[in-house]
């Protein structure tokens, strides 16, 4: 971007039309008729995350000369080029301009013919820009305090919705300081989410920025052959089936699709990816392949009830809306199963991480992390947080890590080196100010504690069933997980209410035509990490082929 700017209409005509005739194919040129008025864009165009080359500047102007707008506009601009025109020689104000603005050219009016007396001196002003010029990111930019929960939330929001963004923390980055100015906001409006049109948001709730960003939260239609409740894995590969086989599809996910595994560093038992892949990447592909199909997927948006009326099921969605739907499935994962320890709520999202996103991993350069928890989730999270951390330590409540974490990993974090796994270790409390800075652990055969600096805590402790949305209207067990098929047949006789003149279908609950996935179905025997994903492409195809 060039800009230009003059008081004198003919002038500022005449510049911008030479300028615009010798670079308009590289640079967009700009113009306004007065200092004020160009600072005002200037100040949106920083908002906007557009980059400026050139001011080109008229020094004679009412109410704001020249180097009044220089001064502050490469307050915004540091890296622009500066150069005051003048009809004048004016030693002042040339004087001014050499201290205050650093300009970089003084050019005299007329500038006839501008291949002698223009081209020239901007070519030179251009190139010199051009060979600093790193092009910013252009996406959203999100100011925030590192420590702060709410920063941590909106960051990992973004991420597991894909959306490119920027992350400027306020304390160390200047960028972030005078992003934060411009904007005119101050410290109660972080985290700052900044859109690429220029508008922000502070302190916002994810769903007002997904519906800034557009995210779709509301369905386009009141009823659905299929709606598929949660997307993580199973969820994403049924819509894919649901909607492969003609099937009017609706996936509603209350987070961000990928559920668990969008979580995961590397999946290496995927199949069809022998390398492995990261979760979010798995998440990326599954969304990809399930619009393909034409599924339509409504994120963030969450279901909170489902009751029938007559042949369908009808879901009330969290903002008050309803959907129906002739089959339902319901794939909603987990919820982390949460610490009992004291100091550990207040500093969530301050060092302490259940299930931590990967973007943490940035954080804790040469930070010493603990890990709780022994299954592979944790034992990934410790393979992945190895190569930023300079030690981490995974405590076990157990006497092994054979018991619950699969022998390729268990292997992996043997041979890694700053990976010290403690066994029959369990924390008992966090502390800090507004981070994590220590943590007490005490060992669970001898009782003795040991109060130890911590960077971060991050904990992988298990789950529980995600389904008291369905209380009272689907059977469960008492764990929580959804009781289906042969299993909801007591003594030969079909459940409760049952309408239908046959047996429960395979997988399918004690509402008809409402189906479980794998995971809450309570077919598994071993724990759920290694049989979802094996068990899920079934699951599509169980939950769609099954005349209603
Ligand atoms: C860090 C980590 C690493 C892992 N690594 C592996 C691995 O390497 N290999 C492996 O096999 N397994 C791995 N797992 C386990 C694997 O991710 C899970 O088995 C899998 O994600 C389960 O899939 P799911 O679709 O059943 O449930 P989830 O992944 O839990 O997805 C459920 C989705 O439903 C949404 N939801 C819940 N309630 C509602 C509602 N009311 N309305 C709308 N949406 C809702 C949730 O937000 C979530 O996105 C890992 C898990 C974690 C956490």
Redesign the pocket.
């Known amino acids: 971007m060039i800009w230009t700017v003059d008081d004198d209409p003919e002038v500022l005509r005449a510049v911008e039309r030479d300028l615009r005739r010798h670079y308009g194919d590289r640079y967009k040129v700009i113009s306004a008729d007065s200092g004020v008025s160009a600072l005002e864009a200037t100040r949106q165009l920083k908002l906007r995350n557009e980059p400026v080359a050139l001011f080109l500047v008229d020094q004679r102007m009412p109410r704001m000369s020249g180097v009044e707008f220089l001064e502050k506009a490469i307050e915004l601009y540091p890296d622009a080029k500066r150069a005051l025109l003048t009809a004048y020689a004016d030693t002042d104000a040339a004087i001014r301009a050499i201290n205050s603005v650093h300009i970089d050219h003084y050019l005299m009016k007329p500038w006839d013919p501008p291949e002698e007396r223009l081209y020239g001196v901007v070519d030179d002003m251009l190139d010199d820009w051009q060979a600093a010029y790193h092009p910013a990111l252009d996406g959203v930019r999100v100011i925030g305090h590192q420590w702060s929960p709410h920063s941590s939330e909106v960051r990992d929001f973004l991420g597991r919705n894909f959306v490119p963004h920027q992350w400027l923390n306020v304390e160390t980055d200047e960028a972030a300081k005078q992003l934060l100015a411009t904007t005119g906001a101050d410290a109660s409006s972080l985290p700052l989410v900044v859109f690429p049109d220029g508008s922000f948001l502070g302190n916002p709730p994810t769903s007002e920025v997904a519906r800034k960003l557009g995210l779709r939260t509301k369905a386009e239609f009141p009823f659905y052959d299929l709606v598929v409740?949660?997307?993580?894995?199973?969820?994403?590969a049924a819509a894919v089936y649901g909607a492969a086989d003609g099937l009017h599809t609706l996936l509603?996910?209350?987070?961000?699709?990928?559920?668990?595994?969008?979580?995961?560093?590397?999946?290496?038992?995927?199949l069809g990816f022998p390398m492995?892949l990261s979760?979010n990447d798995l998440a990326r592909r599954a969304v990809a392949q399930a619009r393909r199909f034409g599924v339509e997927i409504l994120t963030p948006?969450?279901?909170?009830k489902v009751r029938v009326e007559g042949p369908s099921r009808v879901l009330a969605l969290?903002d008050g809306a309803e959907i129906g739907c002739r089959a339902l499935l319901i794939?909603?994962?987990?919820?982390?199963r949460k610490l009992d320890v004291p100091g550990l709520d207040r500093l969530t999202g301050a060092g302490v991480y259940y299930?931590a996103p990967m973007s943490e991993a940035f954080s804790y350069r040469e930070g010493n992390i603990y890990i709780v928890g022994g299954a592979?989730?944790a034992g990934?999270?410790a393979m992945y947080f190895s190569k930023f951390a300079r030690q981490v330590t995974m405590l076990v409540r157990g006497k092994s890590l054979s018991d619950t974490m699969s022998q390729y990993l268990e292997n992996q974090i043997g041979a890694t080196k700053n990976i010290e796994v403690k066994l029959n270790s369990s924390v008992i409390a966090v502390e800090g100010a507004d981070r994590c800075e220590k943590i007490t652990i005490q060992n669970n055969t001898t009782r003795s504690n040991e109060t130890l600096p911590a960077s971060a805590l991050l904990i992988?402790a298990g789950?529980v069933p995600?389904t008291d949305?369905l209380a009272g209207m689907v059977e469960r067990d008492a764990q929580g997980y959804l009781i289906s098929g042969q299993h909801l047949m007591l003594e030969g006789k079909r459940p409760t209410g049952w309408a239908v003149d046959r047996d429960p279908f395979y997988l399918e609950t004690s509402v008809k035509g409402a189906f479980a996935?794998?995971?809450?179905a309570k077919l598994y025997e071993k724990g759920?990490?290694?049989?979802?994903?094996?068990s899920?492409q079934g699951i599509g195809s169980a939950g769609i082929s099954i005349p209603l």
Do not use: C, K, M
Request: glycine share 14%; aromatic share 14%; hydrophobic share 35%.
């Open positions: 409740v949660g997307a993580g894995p199973a969820g994403l509603v996910e209350r987070e961000a699709p990928g559920g668990q595994a969008g979580r995961s560093s590397r999946i290496e038992n995927y492995g979760g948006q969450e279901v909170s969290s794939a909603t994962g987990i919820a982390f299930y592979n989730s990934q999270a992988y789950a995600r949305w996935d794998y995971t809450h759920y990490a290694q049989h979802t994903f094996f899920i």
